[in-house]
């Protein structure tokens, strides 16, 4: 059919993930090495919707007790004080710092939220066959991994607050148990947007164009 797009796939290539070369793979069963950067060749991620599905489930597991449990515990000479996530939020905000407020509701907690719904759909999306704008999805998947790289902004809110509070006198601030899994979240969502294959949003693009053919 004349004007008909060929894909990579189809034309018996396969894009290095490091380079982003596009290069005829071995063999089926062994796709090579990338010739420019020597990186290893996959047609496809081996179990990519297995893996990444049980990274946003423990990554969902672990942002319940990051947000519940206290990320610092401030110690006076009289009291000691543990806050959570969001009782930090409503203290910088009613103490009239909404801006730091703001990046940390942001970063905390809508960010990782946000990771985990958009990959769980992605995945829905992939293994339903869902119709839609796969242009879209890609969008979407490529700014899950934009975020990601950001994720270090987290660790620098929570040491900038810990700066603050250290300025006090005869006061000092103890990481609580939620950074544990707070950190674990960051990490998990991370190596579940590294680990999702993006080239599985065509397939299914490509599948339903055959079946409407």
């Known amino acids: 059919m004349s004007g008909a797009v060929v894909t990579g796939a189809q034309a018996g290539l396969v894009s290095c993930e490091t380079c982003k070369l596009l290069t005829r793979p071995v063999n089926a069963e062994h796709a090579g090495h990338c010739p420019r950067c020597g990186a290893t060749l996959e047609v496809r991620r081996v179990q990519s919707l297995q893996r990444t599905w049980a990274l946003i489930i423990a990554a969902a597991i672990c942002y319940i007790p990051a947000n519940l449990l206290p990320v610092m515990v401030s110690n006076t000479f009289a009291t000691s004080d543990a806050e959570t996530i969001m009782g930090g939020v409503v203290y910088l905000y009613s103490s009239g710092s909404w801006p730091l407020a703001l990046i940390v509701l942001v970063a905390s907690v809508m960010v990782p939220l946000g990771k985990l719904l958009a990959l769980g759909y992605l995945l829905v999306s992939v293994q339903r ?18 975020i990601g790289r950001w994720s270090m902004l987290d660790v620098f809110v929570a040491t900038f607050t810990v700066a603050l509070v250290q300025l006090q006198p005869l006061m000092s601030v103890l990481p609580g148990a939620g950074v544990l899994f707070f950190a674990a979240v960051v990490v998990l969502t991370m190596l579940a947007a590294e680990s999702f294959d993006p080239r599985l949003i065509w397939d299914v693009k490509n599948n339903m164009e055959k079946q409407d053919g």
């Open 129 to 146: 066959g869902m119709p839609g704008s796969h242009h879209e999805r890609a969008r979407l998947f490529r700014i899950v991994v934009f």
